[in-house]
């Protein structure tokens, strides 16, 4: 019978007891990792059978084993209960015409045993100067040798050698020494004594000022605006930590698709190295569309377009219409929003920002009918890296049908917040899976209709993200508890006295899922018409699972009131639960959810369906 060409096999690595090695020899064999996905003839095979024992030594050697085995044997894979035949050693020079007399069908069974020996440690540890350094010995500061990191003793792990090495070059260049140099060390290996002695040359260079800083690419961007960005200048101490942080503070300005940073050698003659910057500018114009549906308040749909870097600061100008109410519970209508953003980075400081929005509103909810124009302008100031707060002024003339009555309003008002943010995220809709996020906010307002009101709506809005693998119950990122808290208050005027949009409203997928927008609270009586109230709360507990590479679900209660006095806590509470599925794409996910109430109020709706890009917080 003719022998097997290509010839099957498969493959088992015997642990070592050692779970990361093990991982490490797996890795490293290329008999296991070859054996399901290239064709191979007997001959072929024997070869990569001799080139394991070398990659598998190698691998034994990274962890400290240098005096290490491997044993590979070669044998037929028996058949059921039968007993296996006679294996063949792996460094055999008969293996090749042993494998090529296989008979067609016949599985090979290659088992490979690696024994560890004895775990050599460290020995001498010593640093060379380079040449042309002069004949001064290495001596480290107590910042340098923590960056080495290496004693006698320890287990000689090649890369945790390595890794020392590549940490003491980046403490010496985090020091100013820009030309900073740790060769890839030398070692010897002492089997009598079962250790290693290692030998680093080092090249320390001179203390380095960063000298003249040249912008490249930059085409419709003005140097003078990135130039007032740095946040590093001539003469400043040269440490890649600080040039990297104003590399990356470039690039969070969203008006480059690249930003890159590189010394630009040799040094002045006052030791000084250049710096140059070079800028690949992104898109400046985008159309996207927008949608969303839930059975409240319907779909709303629209398009908008983005100007970036307006006229070369950063600026960026936005203009969305959106046509809203089409069908939906708490919708009588079609409606429409729109509305013209414009932002400028850096106004008048460094981290704050302006925003300025003019904008036009129409929405036929069940509770009120309302026409409206806005300007609103404001300040957004960042504190620190978690805080930022913002104020400015907002102005709106709106026309509001209520219950068979028209009424017009003048409103301005000053609105003032705070906002804190843990949670890591640049991208506000991808999923949050530790820390937290605050926001209060302030608004003193004045109405001007037929008797002019004074009030002030206060607002607190929190939310945290619990990751269950601190349990060890889950793999990091994949099994997520968020709770969220609101609380709302307006002091200095009862419900009827201030204009229906500015009254507190629960129900709907910012508050309460299961009853429908602006559903919890006050209604006008034998009607499902919400009159609204001057106290709101509202919280929420979301249990979240991701499921394969890109399928996630969700289970979550939600609970709150509308009370009419200014005290939360007031009124009568409802409460919702529900569930739903996740779609994660790579610009966030896609949210289906589906909750129902479980104590309907009169003429409340029997479930709702929301769906949405992101997270509902």
């Given at each position: ?38 064709a191979v003839s007997p001959f072929a095979l024997a070869g990569r059978i001799r080139n ?85 010995p290495i001596v480290l500061d107590a910042p340098e040798k923590a960056a080495l990191g ?183 209508g079609l409606g429409y929003d729109v509305y013209a953003d414009l932002m400028k980075p ?272």
């Amino acid at each position: 019978m003719l022998g097997a060409d290509p010839q099957t096999y498969t493959t088992t690595i015997r642990p070592t007891g050692q779970a990361d090695l093990d991982s490490a020899i797996s890795a490293s064999s290329s008999l296991l990792a070859l054996q399901k996905t290239r064709a191979v003839s007997p001959f072929a095979l024997a070869g990569r059978i001799r080139n394991d024992y070398a990659r598998l030594a190698t691998a034994l050697d990274s962890y400290g084993y240098y005096a290490a085995t491997v044993r590979i044997q070669v044998g037929l894979r028996p058949a059921g209960d039968a007993v296996p035949g006679p294996a063949m050693d792996g460094r055999s020079p008969h293996l090749p015409e042993w494998l090529q007399a296989v008979p067609q069908g016949q599985t090979v069974q290659v088992t490979i045993t690696p024994t560890r020996g004895a775990l050599f440690h460290l020995g001498h540890v010593t640093l060379r100067p380079a040449p042309g350094d002069g004949p001064a010995p290495i001596v480290l500061d107590a910042p340098e040798k923590a960056a080495l990191g290496l004693a006698a003793g320890q287990p000689a792990i090649a890369s945790d050698v390595l890794a020392a090495g590549a940490r003491l070059q980046s403490q010496l260049k985090e020091e100013g020494h820009a030309l900073a140099q740790v060769g890839t060390p030398t070692a010897w290996l002492r089997p009598q004594t079962q250790t290693l002695d290692v030998e680093y040359v080092v090249h320390r260079g001179p203390v380095v000022t960063i000298g003249t800083i040249t912008l490249s690419g930059l085409v419709h961007t003005h140097p003078a605006f990135i130039a007032r960005r740095l946040t590093i200048h001539p003469d400043q101490l040269y440490q890649p930590s600080k040039i990297e942080a104003a590399r990356q503070d470039l690039a969070s300005l969203g008006i480059f698709s690249d930003v890159q940073v590189a010394d630009m050698p040799p040094l002045t003659a006052d030791r000084q190295m250049p710096l140059d910057f070079a800028f690949t500018e992104g898109k400046r114009r985008l159309v996207a569309l927008q949608a969303g549906f839930s059975t409240d308040l319907g779909g709303r749909a629209g398009v908008s377009w983005t100007h970036d870097n307006m006229f070369g600061n950063a600026e960026q100008l936005r203009l969305t219409a959106l046509i809203t109410g089409l069908g939906g519970s708490a919708q009588q209508g079609l409606g429409y929003d729109v509305y013209a953003d414009l932002m400028k980075p850096d106004f008048g400081s460094r981290n704050q920002n302006l925003s300025v929005r003019v904008e036009g509103i129409r929405q036929l909810l069940y509770s009120y009918r309302q026409t409206a124009l806005l300007v609103r302008a404001g300040i957004v100031r960042r504190l620190g890296r978690f805080w930022n707060v913002s104020y400015g002024a907002q102005a709106e003339q709106e026309q509001i049908q209520q219950m068979g009555m028209t009424n017009d309003y003048t409103i301005v008002s000053l609105p003032l917040s705070a906002n804190f943010d843990n949670t890591g995220l640049s991208n506000p809709i991808d999923p949050a899976t530790h820390g937290a996020r605050v926001s209060l906010g302030a608004t003193p307002s004045m109405s001007l209709n037929s008797h002019t009101a004074f009030f002030t709506i206060l607002q607190a809005t929190g939310s945290t993200y619990f990751d269950l693998a601190h349990l060890g119950i889950a793999r990091p990122g994949r099994s997520v508890l968020a709770v969220r808290a609101v609380v709302g208050s307006v002091q200095g005027a009862s419900t009827f006295d201030i204009p229906p949009d500015q009254r507190l409203y629960a129900g709907g997928s910012a508050t309460v899922r299961g009853f429908r927008y602006q559903g919890v609270g006050p209604q006008f009586p034998n009607t499902k018409f919400a009159i609204g109230g001057t106290a709101m709360d509202a919280g929420s507990v979301e249990f979240r699972q991701r499921l394969f590479k890109s399928f996630g679900a969700a289970l979550f209660a939600d609970a709150g009131q509308v009370a009419t006095g200014s005290a939360p806590f007031h009124g009568t509470l409802r409460v919702g639960a529900g569930g739903g599925v996740r779609y994660y794409t790579p610009i966030g996910p896609v949210r289906v959810d589906v909750a129902m109430p479980l104590n309907r109020p009169p003429h409340g709706d029997t479930w709702e369906l929301y769906i949405g890009l992101g997270e509902t917080f």
